[in-house]
């Protein structure tokens, strides 16, 4: 028997999960995301625009905590993010979302009677429609280390993420100058090596006066 209507949006688990710590010469990198997952026995609902939920492109609303996110229309009035990128799988195993990231959006797998209504375990790439864009470079937050991010000493080993302004209570003390595949590529000046991901993992930083 075929299951009834699809439900008009994927209900948010959590929304803003802290920023992960950068550790050191050795560390992972941070971010915030959102889990987002379906109701027992029920898919996620299109926008029309294409088979999968929230594939790149397409646009969400903007979601909360026990709120929904939706598909909507990237020229409505409700598209508040565009997904960069979509990847099926763990984020902890996928690709390394676009530099332009501001959030991402752990979806969660739905088992349905079709691949119409089912949806495999993934993450979407978002970038927020308007400002602000935590994501960029200085800002202090969003998934990625990239170059022009700042960071500061939490404990020994381990740093994390703040505002480039100083406008945070945690002042920076390093800039991220440089992105690389070794620490033997960085500049002289490189006083912190921070691991990024991807296809330059290594993150040269120099301590700011």
Not at 47 to 65: N, T
Not at 106 to 114: E, K, L, R, Y
Not at 152 to 178: F, H, M, Q, W
Not at 184 to 189: G, K
Request: with cysteine; charged share 20%.
């Amino acid at each position: 028997m075929r299951r009834g209507a699809l439900p008009k949006a994927l209900l948010v688990c959590a929304v803003l999960v802290g920023m992960y710590t950068l550790t050191a010469c050795q560390g992972a990198g941070r971010g915030e995301a959102a889990a987002v997952a379906a109701p027992a026995g029920a898919g996620p609902t299109r926008s029309g625009q294409g088979p999968v939920f929230l594939e790149a492109e397409e646009c969400a609303s903007r979601g909360r905590a026990a709120a929904a996110i939706e598909e909507v229309p990237c020229a409505g009035p409700a598209a508040a993010a565009r997904v960069l990128a979509r990847f099926n799988g763990p984020l902890a195993k996928g690709p390394r979302c676009p530099s332009a990231t501001d959030y991402v959006l752990h979806i969660t797998a739905v088992d349905g009677v079709s691949e119409e209504d089912s949806a495999p375990e993934g993450y979407a790439c978002m970038r927020n429609l308007r400002p602000p864009h935590p994501g960029d470079p200085g800002m202090g937050g969003g998934p990625l280390t990239v170059v022009g991010d700042c960071v500061y000493t939490e404990r020994r080993g381990v740093v994390k993420e703040t505002a480039c302004d100083g406008s945070p209570a945690r002042p920076p003390e390093y800039l991220v100058t440089r992105t690389v595949r070794t620490r033997a590529d960085c500049p002289p000046s490189t006083a912190l090596y921070v691991q990024v991901g991807g296809g330059t993992p290594i993150g040269c930083a120099r301590r700011l006066a």
